[in-house]
């Protein structure tokens, strides 16, 4: 070979990898949107009920209904991108969720902020399958792929807690002529429009596999993921002997008996069976439906603790959680270089383990519900930090393995599908680990409160009576240390969750790591 022919390879083989790294900025870029899209208006929740006059009942809902369609439509927006084209479903999404964000910045009333919102869920639910199975269709498989996967797995991981730093920023924004909470949502305009331009440039256009819509099974597969996350999510706020939350489970059941049904007997089903059949992939599913729920209801109570307890700011507590951006970053980073030499059943399967000991470790948080409360004692340094960054590494050493195992070996016209069931899965177990999380937390404080009612009757039913300022304190008091015991033993359960995780990733997850680095569709491995 000519040193000409040499520089001509040297030269295409530069260009490639500058293509291909463009290629995982969109990805990323768009996963991170989705993703932090759950939890960038949390802190600014008090800015946005005031300006719009929402009432307390109703504010929940800017929360759940971006999770309600984003959670229920993601297997439909999955197989939109196996029958159509994963970049022009990408693109769409990412279109529709640009617009849609816009339009949410801009509200001027509940109605139209609701709405907006649901319509960001329709389009993160077109993207982010896509945007997983365009990583499958567009790197080579090994290294380059594991490290694809590892940014992504990292986005996924981080992207909530980069959505509390985000909107604690924003949200404190003051010197500009719009509100700092519309910020949250108009900055995803830009962004996502770019990002959808640039996506012909740099993304290749994947193999479509035309065949009929199966519309029975995406109506039926869509309202029974639609009952379920809703009734989760109610469950969490309103107890499980709610009736619209029993209600919307039993329908939700019903609705996805309905779609199996329908599934079994469709030529061109939406959701194949043959998905699930994989012994590893099954697991996969399985780990990540469970480890993402006691990750997102950690985030849910670790934010609360940090700001209504250990009275932090919201910019305060969005940086509160930096460490854990780091650390998934560096352990998805450490891990995807791991996985060319050691089989994803062991570093998952350390990474549930260290992530079931950070949330043990952060349900020990300092409490006294002795009566008369006293002051809560705990300490960021000491009883937080340790743990975030254990929690980090953990889930950095668990995404990276069990994203890959997911969608290994899928068939190219099922990759779509694939990424879909995986992204569900996190959404349905978000849903359902702070449903669960929840209840075990507003039993705890049920309970504890009415043993402070009783002491405190006691008390002044056989002493001197406190100044109304004295009662104030102790009631103020009392309800931080009982959030703090609810709060710990939500972690407890968590860890319960996590360590599940972690046995069916040691049992099940029996793929090696030799072959991760080979293309095509296995066959099918039940055993």
Known sequence: MTDTDTDKAVTHTSGKELHLGWALMLISIAQLMVV???TIVNIALPYIQQDLSIASADLTWVVTGYALAFGSLLLLGGR???LYGRRKVFMIGLVIFAIASGLGGLATNEGTLLAARALQGLGAALASPAALALIATTFPAGPARNRAFAVYAAMSGAGAAVGLLLGGWLTGLDSLPVEGWRLTLLIN???GIAAALLAPRFLPESESHPGELDLPGAATGTLGLLGLVYGFSRAGSDGWTDTWTIASLAAGAAMLTAF???ESRAEH????????MHRTRAASFVAMFLAPAAMFAMFYFLSQYIQNVMGYSPIQAGLAFLPFCAGIVVAAGVTSNLI????PRYLAGAGTLLSTVALFGVSRLPYDTTFPATEVTGSYVTDVLPWIICMSLGMGATFVPLTLTAVHHLRSEDSGIGSGVLNTMQQVGGALGLAILGTAATQIATDRGAEF???AERAAAGGPQPTPEQLARLQELAGLQIFTEAAANAFLVGAGMML???VVVWIFLGVQHEELATDGPEGVHVG
Do not use: H, Q, Y
């Open 80 to 82: 939109l991108g196996d």
């Open 260 to 262: 199996l049904l329908v």
């Open 269 to 276: 089903p939406l959701l194949p069976f043959r998905v699930f």
């Open 500 to 502: 599940l995780a972690s």
């Open 36 to 38: 932090l899209d759950g």
């Open 189 to 191: 305009t830009p962004i």
């Open 453 to 455: 009612a009783a002491a």
């Open 340 to 343: 060319n030499r050691v089989d």
